[in-house]
């Protein structure tokens, strides 16, 4: 018993650590809040998915962008230990940023994007296990996290 209480409390330290200063809704638009702060994380899909999945995001506000502003943009995964798992990459290319890139402190403009993770552990070829894992999206000190599900 006091092992499934070890456990159960490690979980809860994991994800604490992980808890954004936005906290995004599992559906429906984004908040107000999450959207005035420029960033939008969608639900990734399929969900749950097996091996790969995309995972829609913006930075910025697409539609009210005024200029070339840049940000600075981090979107990466994590098991509910809070290991890092996997850092997804960049689908396409757009102004001047080329497809394929690991989405790790990538400086992109103001637009909507698409990221896309293989289901394999970062450095390996291995696939990663059924279960809930979270991705976390970060722009300039910001971050908002979600969950997806792999199924095998």
Not at 26 to 33: E, F, T, V
Not at 51 to 70: K, L
Not at 95 to 101: H, I, N, P, S, T
């Amino acid at each position: 018993m006091k092992h499934r209480w070890a456990a159960l409390a490690s979980v809860v330290l994991a994800l604490s650590a992980l808890t954004p200063t936005v906290v995004a809704a599992q559906a429906g638009s984004p908040p107000a809040r999450e959207r005035s702060q420029g960033l939008r994380l969608g639900q990734n899909y399929p969900n749950p998915f097996n091996p790969e999945t995309r995972i829609p995001f913006a930075v910025g506000n697409p539609p009210e962008c005024a200029g070339p502003s840049q940000h600075r943009v981090s979107l990466r995964i994590y098991n509910l230990l809070a290991q890092l798992v996997a850092i997804p990459v960049l689908v396409g290319g757009a102004d001047g940023v080329e497809g394929g890139r690991p989405i790790d402190n990538l400086v992109l403009p103001c637009r909507e994007y698409t990221a896309y993770w293989d289901g394999k552990y970062l450095n390996s070829g291995r696939e990663v296990a059924s279960g809930i894992y979270l991705y976390r999206l970060e722009v300039g000190g910001r971050a908002v996290v979600k969950k997806m599900i792999v199924m095998k």
